[in-house]
């Protein structure tokens, strides 16, 4: 492990409910640090078809992820709490997708060809996990399941930004999760997190901590489907 990563890693933590739940995925979010596809991004040695398959299966996840914030949104307890995510879950498609079209433009790609590619194994895995929480869990359950890829991405966009990037590209899409209007983004969502995790019965809990331990794992999952191209195997 790379000196960065264990210094972004032993960072202090943040306090409250969220910060707990931070402690318990610090190996996993030090795994995140240390891949080849991060790495790729600050080096500028990452493949092209590589970020380009990232960028195709993203624009998958993200309309599903959406739909998941909204109806988190709709469960929430207190009306200024909806009013966040359901604001989240409306200006994020379409700014990923702005995103996503312009980065495949810069790569020298058509986005057009976007619309032809097929969710992979862990794209179609990774979306029906959070969407199945959400909709078989609370408030602070389907939270805690949205939770990892809006605030795993803003950390990444920190670290990386701190080294920047030769491939403007990349650079790019480091300043987009770096920049401070997204962890305006990340810092509303996380304290709701901590307003929803105050005095959460024990079950419920539990089950929110492995929601968000899960969603760690599948972040790591999802760059490293992207590093192997993966395909279905049959």
């Not at 709701?192 to 599948?218: C, I, M, N, T, V």
Request: net charge negative; aromatic share 12%; proline share 6%.
């Amino acid at each position: 492990m790379t000196s960065a990563v264990v210094n972004a890693v032993q960072a202090p933590a943040r306090k409250g409910w969220t910060g707990q739940l931070w402690t318990e995925i610090a190996g996993t979010y030090a795994a995140i640090l240390d891949h080849p596809f991060i790495q790729g991004l600050t080096s500028g040695d990452l493949p092209r078809e590589a970020f380009f398959y990232y960028i195709s299966q993203d624009d998958h996840y993200v309309h599903e992820f959406v739909r998941a914030v909204g109806l988190v949104g709709v469960r929430a307890p207190a009306a200024d709490a909806a009013r966040v995510l359901t604001r989240h879950a409306a200006n994020g498609l379409a700014a990923e997708a702005t995103l996503h079209h312009a980065l495949v433009t810069d790569l020298g790609g058509d986005p057009a060809a976007l619309a032809g590619v097929q969710p992979g194994p862990t794209t179609q895995a990774y979306t029906s996990y959070v969407l199945a929480s959400v909709f078989r869990g609370g408030y602070a359950e389907g939270l805690a399941a949205v939770l990892p890829c809006i605030w795993i991405y803003g950390e990444v966009g920190r670290h990386l930004h701190e080294q920047g990037s030769p491939n403007p590209v990349y650079h790019r899409w480091i300043d987009t999760y770096a920049g401070p209007e997204y962890a305006g983004e990340v810092a509303e969502v996380l304290d709701l997190a901590d307003q929803a995790g105050r005095d959460l019965p024990a079950e419920q809990e539990e089950r929110a901590r492995a929601h968000f331990a899960a969603g760690a794992r599948y972040e790591w999952m999802f760059w490293d489907a992207a590093w192997r191209r993966e395909s279905w195997p049959v």
